[in-house]
């Protein structure tokens, strides 16, 4: 799995993270760990829900947002969170297939943590780095 790394002085009602992934697959999956950390222990999760997403938008970066905005709005409206996620990126199109795995989130079982509300377009960054790749994410809590 890729790396990140919480960058607290970008914003102030908000979560700033960088994001290395060794592929855009890794770099997609590791998102999906960040937005489930970031909203809750992702250790207190069931993982007995699986979930297939399919996305396009009109650019990788895009895609990025499109991809973490969806993972939120399962939060919100179905009280789902996917620490685990295999993603397939098709960087030509732009578009992912993914495979998710999570839970309901369970207030007797479930530590819960932040409550992001959307991605944001602020320093917003996705980007070839060296052998890998790499974001820079705002998230509105």
Partial sequence: MGSWNVLDTIA?????FEIHGRD?????????????DL????????RDIEHTLRLEA??????LHEWMSELIFLKD???LVFPDALVSVHAATPAL???LIG?????????LRADPKA?????????RRGEGWYARVVIDI
């Fill in 12 to 16: 102030m009602a908000a979560c700033a």
């Fill in 39 to 46: 909203m809750v222990d992702p250790e207190t999760v069931p």
């Fill in 58 to 63: 009109r650019s990788l970066d895009l895609l």
């Fill in 97 to 99: 297939t993914a495979r």
């Fill in 77 to 79: 409206s179905d009280r």
């Fill in 103 to 111: 839970g309901r989130i369970d207030r007797t079982r479930t530590v």
């Fill in 119 to 127: 991605v944001t377009f602020h320093q917003f960054v996705l980007e």
């Fill in 24 to 36: 855009l697959d890794d770099l997609f999956a590791t998102a999906a760990r960040v937005l489930a």
